[in-house]
């Protein structure tokens, strides 16, 4: 049997993606772009539904992202062209930014440029054109890559000097405050902060962070459940209205300052429902940085068990897996064995799984997951085998 070596996305790439942006440009504006910008989306290996409460995190950025082609204008005008979006242009002024109910992408534009003007009053408008292949509603940050890629754009076009954790925050910050979603720092802080072939541990009350190598012989192995996403936003700000009534009844800032220990001793006390989703989000900040020292030993043992016990806890204590997912992850699993380790991953109700899998392991665990999962689901998947690439920032 001829050993197998897996066809990676290339790091050419963001080339091919920056080629595009810059023809796309000259088509629509008749001249060349002055830049050209990248920031990619992420996958997170270990810790979700933690960052909100203060928790520990462990993304990497992937070698999906978004491309922003641009030049400056005199005056306050945004025009923008989304390549991949069904109405593709929109123009507004930076003096009279307003929510746009029909086109939700220039959204993520105005939000995002609206915070940043909040620091920095005095940009001028541009002309933008956006393309990018982060696929959308999977739970691979299309978003904050669309948001960290705007900041990027912007701190190039016109000299400032803004560093990754301010332009995360920025990011979030228009996603919290004016598309209407209560989301952590996680997606943000690592698109702008990333380091190629690392995955980072982010402690998110602090915001400071340390990189572990992802070992050479691992793919990031994901798989996209292809579940449309329902219920997503009113979910997910449930989830955290939860986290954050077990914190008002310890008396605390967030979830993050509550023990195991000290859980357990309230159990009577706290309602059963409430009693799982703090239980989740404690037991995960520990696998968290367990993860994150096995990576830096290249345990492959602990991995696999801790993966496993992440996704156990999202399914059953936290509720926010679908049965596509679990399906995913027991047919991956049952291939990989302790050889590598899968959970789903980011906010859940469909999207996508990760896996951690030697690439000897990768066209096995495809072949099997094309068999059996559209068998048991009459679901197609799709595949993206990814490697951790730079933040937009670093
Ligand atoms: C979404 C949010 C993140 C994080 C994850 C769950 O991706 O944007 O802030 O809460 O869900 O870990």
Same mark, same amino acid.
């Given at each position: 049997?001829?050993?197998?070596?897996?066809?990676?996305?290339?790091?050419?790439?963001?080339?091919?993606?920056?080629?595009?942006?810059?023809?796309? @440009?000259?088509?629509?504006?008749?001249?060349?772009?002055?830049?050209?910008?990248?920031?990619?989306?992420?996958?997170?290996?270990?810790?979700?539904?933690?960052?909100?409460? %203060?928790?520990?995190?462990?993304?990497?950025?992937?070698?999906?992202?978004?491309?922003?082609?641009?030049?400056?204008?005199? %005056?306050?005008?945004?025009?923008?062209?989304?390549?991949?979006?069904?109405?593709?242009? !929109?123009?507004?002024?930076? !003096? =009279?930014?307003?929510?746009?109910?029909?086109?939700?992408?220039?959204?993520?534009?105005?939000?995002?440029?609206?915070?940043?003007?909040?620091?920095?009053?005095?940009?001028?408008?541009?002309?933008?054109?956006?393309?990018?292949?982060?696929?959308?509603?999977?739970?691979? #940050?299309?978003?904050?890559?669309?948001?960290?890629?705007?900041?990027?754009? @912007?701190?190039?076009?016109?000299?400032? %000097?803004?560093?990754?954790?301010?332009?995360?925050?920025?990011?979030?910050?228009?996603?919290? /405050?004016?598309?209407?979603?209560?989301?952590?720092?996680?997606?943000?802080?690592? #698109?702008?902060?990333?380091?190629?072939?690392?995955?980072?541990?982010?402690?998110?009350?602090?915001?400071?962070?340390?990189?572990?190598?992802?070992?050479?012989?691992?793919?990031?192995?994901?798989? !996209?459940?292809?579940?449309?996403?329902?219920?997503?936003?009113?979910?997910? /700000?449930?989830?955290?209205?939860?986290? =954050?009534?077990?914190?008002?009844?310890?008396?605390?800032?967030?979830?993050?300052?509550?023990?195991?220990?000290?859980?357990?001793?309230?159990?009577?006390?706290?309602?059963?429902?409430? @009693?799982?989703?703090?239980?989740?989000?404690?037991?995960?900040?520990?696998?968290?940085?367990?993860? @994150?020292?096995?990576?830096?030993?290249? /345990?492959?043992?602990?991995?696999?068990?801790?993966?496993?016990?992440?996704?156990?806890?999202?399914?059953?204590?936290?509720?926010?897996?679908?049965?596509?997912?679990?399906?995913?992850?027991?047919?991956?699993?049952?291939?990989?064995?302790? /050889?590598?380790?899968?959970?789903?991953?980011?906010?859940?109700?469909?999207?996508?799984?990760?896996?951690?899998?030697?690439?000897?392991?990768?066209?096995?665990?495809?072949?099997?997951?094309?068999?059996?999962?559209?068998? =048991?689901?009459?679901?197609?998947? #799709?595949?993206?085998?990814?490697?951790?690439?730079?933040?937009?920032?670093?």
């Amino acid at each position: 049997m001829s050993k197998y070596v897996p066809q990676l996305v290339p790091e050419s790439e963001n080339v091919e993606q920056k080629q595009l942006a810059q023809q796309l @440009f000259e088509q629509q504006f008749k001249c060349s772009a002055q830049i050209v910008c990248h920031a990619p989306g992420r996958v997170n290996l270990m810790g979700d539904h933690t960052d909100y409460n %203060d928790g520990f995190v462990l993304p990497a950025a992937i070698n999906y992202g978004t491309t922003i082609a641009a030049s400056s204008r005199q %005056d306050n005008v945004i025009k923008v062209y989304a390549h991949d979006c069904e109405q593709q242009t !929109n123009e507004f002024s930076l !003096n =009279e930014i307003t929510f746009d109910q029909q086109l939700m992408w220039t959204n993520y534009v105005k939000g995002t440029l609206q915070a940043l003007m909040a620091k920095y009053p005095d940009i001028k408008g541009a002309n933008l054109v956006v393309t990018g292949n982060v696929p959308q509603g999977a739970g691979l #940050s299309s978003s904050a890559s669309f948001e960290i890629a705007i900041l990027k754009t @912007f701190s190039q076009l016109y000299q400032i %000097d803004l560093e990754g954790v301010s332009a995360a925050l920025m990011g979030q910050q228009a996603e919290n /405050n004016f598309v209407g979603c209560n989301c952590g720092i996680m997606d943000q802080l690592i #698109s702008a902060m990333g380091q190629k072939n690392h995955a980072m541990l982010l402690d998110c009350k602090d915001l400071s962070f340390e990189d572990a190598a992802i070992p050479e012989d691992l793919v990031l192995f994901i798989v !996209n459940s292809n579940v449309k996403r329902g219920l997503v936003d009113s979910e997910y /700000n449930l989830r955290r209205k939860q986290c =954050e009534k077990v914190a008002l009844y310890f008396g605390v800032s967030a979830l993050r300052e509550v023990t195991l220990a000290q859980l357990n001793s309230a159990k009577e006390q706290i309602d059963p429902v409430l @009693f799982k989703r703090a239980r989740h989000v404690i037991t995960e900040n520990t696998r968290a940085i367990t993860t @994150f020292n096995a990576l830096k030993q290249n /345990n492959m043992a602990t991995i696999s068990t801790v993966m496993k016990a992440s996704h156990t806890s999202l399914r059953d204590d936290f509720e926010v897996s679908t049965k596509e997912m679990d399906g995913l992850v027991a047919i991956i699993e049952s291939v990989l064995g302790a /050889n590598g380790g899968v959970r789903m991953t980011g906010g859940g109700f469909g999207g996508c799984v990760v896996a951690l899998v030697p690439k000897s392991m990768v066209e096995q665990v495809k072949d099997v997951v094309s068999s059996r999962y559209e068998e =048991e689901f009459f679901l197609k998947p #799709s595949f993206y085998l990814c490697t951790a690439t730079q933040g937009a920032f670093r």
